[in-house]
């Protein structure tokens, strides 16, 4: 009869009325808060604009959506937009950083980007480039791109589009001058997609027609349609080659290859001679019974692991000739237009070897990493999911470490529960994680604006974390750079002989908790690819993290031993590499060593941070400062970078847990400014979630020395004496009220 639970509920009444009460004040104050801007002579501060912008353009959706009936959203927009008019009129009345960045009251025409060491530039300065991805209409949305200061976009143009038919080129150069011309006048830099995955239709014939699975609806290897390809790239280079705001063309969009089986056999009977002599020796390996060499077959269901081994790898082999061709054409007719491949975000999935697309081989032919991956920002423990999107940048940048990054077609999946600040912070935090794990350009899909919950426009706070990350990380670039630049003393082991071995089971889930799990300490974490240890060793790491990788090639395998035998810091489960690179059992090990950290339990993420953390602790490593708590362990969640850029130390801060959490530093700095808002911080210290700090550290203080006169005195150490009240009071003097882009 007793009482067995209970909870208290808020409940809100929505009417018509009182959403257009909720609107009405919000029109007003953004109408005088434009008159403002518009008053101001010269350029605008950055951030109001921005505000104003997103609110002058949403009042009408929420307004509409109160028509249709959709009170929720429109109350939605209302109340986030009346945060948003507040925020604006605090930006142009306090002095805060967002002053700092301006806006000219004519857009600057775009100008070209390059790529300096790994980071775009532009006129000697870093740059990061966020804008669209490619849509239909996506001329029609430049002028939208430039009022939210967004200046990047991808255009695409497919064969179908160039050619007219084998002989003549179509009539496509005047569309895509105009387009070029007026993304240039509105300072946007492109992209421009050649999307080579389908033929056009009078190209089209079975003898070149291919259903056996891929993104490319035709036989890559036949003479036809290679010379269809030849065409289309010269075409498209000679319009797009003198225009100073093309960034790169890209060669291909989520490439995914099934070569043709009679290709691939014809293929794989001249590897297996050339490698074997003899088909015995080549039966002894593979554990097969063929007669002899021209009774090989194509069997991707085999489970003779060096079979497999061999057919991945030339059936990868083939694609990166296919994609380093490509290249070359475009180089002939555009010799200095970067080129890229647009990489899916499959990198940690198994079966993906099997798909013919080896990145390191295809990404050395390139000038630019592209790639696709998305973020699901659904709390699975923290307030965003794992973080696969920032793995993909960090793969990327370890494959490549002088390509920049780029990704074309960047996306999100947001809960449909989640709106208003907790969306802005989740799409922010994702935006600044994935700007620390390499990326320099984002092309984000847009979405309809006031629609649904995917794309930056359908919701005005979406657009607001999107747009307001451009500001900050533009201001700050570099920063930003030095920081996203620092030194990866970390690494895991990238093995792609373990990625074909059982599909990459269980490899490649236990690489991205891996990643995962060190990247949430505070060293900057690469990965380290198999064949980079069979060309240098493993110079300048000072931690190896292996994952469950049971294959490994003999030489990888020996410059891991010399590594554990000089001394190097390992993390590991058991005893890796059983196998060497085509499956089968070798018969000795790496042998542990004092500086060996293995994980007792699971290979989760926690238990990579704790054995980071664990090896961290070794004598001769030296840890930069990073945030803990008070008993002085790592905290799930909250991220760190640390470098130093002319002198000058930086920390990057980010709480991806869904509460505050209370951290302090390691080492002797204990405050600095925070060059988002502003504000001081001084640790210990609550850190609010999905909130980005970029915290330029003070100095470590140095006690004074009293100049010694008579040797035979000895030297007094002076503090200086502090009055605690006049401190305090210089401390709240210099605290900035909180702003937008700073919460």
């Not at 434009?34 to 921005?50: E, I, K």
Request: with cysteine; proline share 6%; glycine share 8%.
């Amino acid at each position: 009869g007793g009482e067995l639970a209970a909870t208290l509920l808020s409940l809100s009444l929505l009417t018509g009325v009182n959403i257009q009460n909720r609107l009405n004040p919000v029109k007003d104050e953004i109408g005088v808060l434009r008159q403002t801007l518009n008053g101001l002579p010269g350029s605008r501060p950055a951030y109001p604009s921005l505000h104003v912008a997103i609110a002058e353009d949403y009042l009408p959706l929420s307004e509409a959506a109160l028509l249709a009936g959709d009170w929720t959203r429109a109350h939605q927009f209302a109340e986030y937009l009346s945060e948003l008019a507040a925020a604006a009129r605090l930006e142009l009345s306090v002095v805060t950083p967002s002053i700092a960045a301006m806006a000219g009251t004519a857009t600057t025409p775009a100008g070209k980007v390059t790529n300096e060491n790994g980071v775009l530039a532009s006129g000697g300065q870093p740059v990061y480039l966020f804008g669209a991805a490619y849509r239909d209409d996506i001329g029609s949305m430049l002028p939208q791109l430039e009022r939210y200061g967004l200046r990047f976009a991808v255009y695409r143009v497919t064969p179908a589009q160039t050619l007219a038919d084998g002989q003549r080129p179509a009539d496509f150069a005047a569309s895509l001058e105009s387009f070029l011309a007026d993304a240039e006048r509105r300072g946007v830099n492109v992209v421009v997609d050649a999307a080579p995955e389908n033929l056009p239709a009078w190209a089209q014939a079975p003898a070149v027609d291919t259903t056996s699975g891929g993104t490319f609806n035709y036989d890559l290897m036949a003479e036809g349609p290679r010379t269809v390809l030849e065409r289309h790239l010269a075409a498209l280079a000679s319009v797009v080659r003198t225009r100073p705001n093309v960034v790169s063309i890209s060669l291909a969009d989520d490439p995914a290859l099934r070569l043709r089986e009679s290709t691939l056999r014809e293929g794989l009977i001249q590897l297996a001679k050339s490698r074997y002599t003899e088909y015995d020796a080549m039966n002894r390996r593979w554990r097969t019974r063929y007669m002899s060499f021209d009774e090989v077959q194509v069997d991707w269901a085999s489970r003779h692991t060096a079979y497999l081994y061999d057919l991945q790898t030339y059936h990868q082999e083939l694609g990166t000739q296919l994609f380093a061709w490509l290249a070359d054409l475009s180089r002939k007719t555009a010799p200095a237009l970067p080129v890229q491949v647009q990489f899916a975000d499959t990198a940690f999935n198994k079966g993906e070897s099997m798909q013919g697309i080896d990145r390191e081989s295809i990404l050395n032919a390139m000038d630019m990493s592209g790639t696709s991956a998305s973020q699901s920002l659904y709390g699975d423990g923290l307030a965003i999911g794992p973080q696969t999107q920032a793995a993909n940048y960090a793969l990327l940048r370890s494959l490549r470490p002088n390509a920049p990054v780029l990704n074309t077609n960047d996306a999100f999946e947001l809960p449909a529960n989640v709106t208003g600040n907790e969306a802005y912070g989740r799409v922010r935090a994702m935006m600044w994680e994935g700007v620390m794990a390499g990326l320099n350009a984002s092309a984000m899909q847009l979405g309809a604006p006031g629609v649904g919950n995917d794309g930056i426009l359908a919701r005005p706070e979406l657009i607001d974390a999107y747009a307001t990350t451009n500001l900050d990380v533009n201001r700050l670039a570099p920063i930003i750079t030095a920081l996203q630049q620092a030194p990866a003393p970390v690494r895991i082991l990238w093995s792609p002989s373990s990625k074909m071995f059982n599909r990459g089971d269980p490899y490649v889930d236990s690489a991205m908790r891996a990643y995962e799990g060190c990247a949430n300490l505070g060293p900057r974490t690469l990965f380290m690819s198999e064949r980079e240890c069979e060309r240098n060793g493993l110079n300048g790491v000072d931690v190896l993290v292996i994952p469950k990788a049971l294959a490994l090639s003999d030489d990888a395998f020996h410059a891991i031993e010399r590594f554990v035998e000089a001394g190097g810091v390992t993390i590991r489960q058991g005893n890796p590499f059983p196998y060497d690179r085509q499956g089968i059992s070798r018969t000795d090990t790496v042998t542990g060593s004092k500086r060996t950290i293995l994980l007792r339990s699971e290979d989760s993420v926690r238990a990579y941070l704790d054995a980071l953390d664990a090896a961290y602790a070794l004598d001769g490593l030296n840890a930069p400062p990073r945030p803990v708590n008070e008993f002085d362990y790592p905290i799930d969640g909250v991220k760190s970078r640390f470098a130093v850029y002319e002198r000058v130390p930086y920390l990057y801060l980010m709480n991806l847990r869904e509460g505050p959490v209370r951290v302090k530093l390691t080492g002797e700095y204990s405050s600095g400014m925070d060059l988002i808002t502003g504000n001081r911080v001084n640790f210990p210290d609550i850190v609010d979630p999905l909130t980005p700090m970029v915290i330029q550290l003070d100095a470590i203080p140095q006690p004074e020395k009293v100049a010694v006169i008579d040797s035979g005195v000895q030297t007094v150490e002076l503090t200086p004496v502090v009055d605690e009240a006049e401190l305090k009071k210089q401390q709240s003097a210099a605290q900035q009220p909180s702003v937008r882009h700073g919460r």
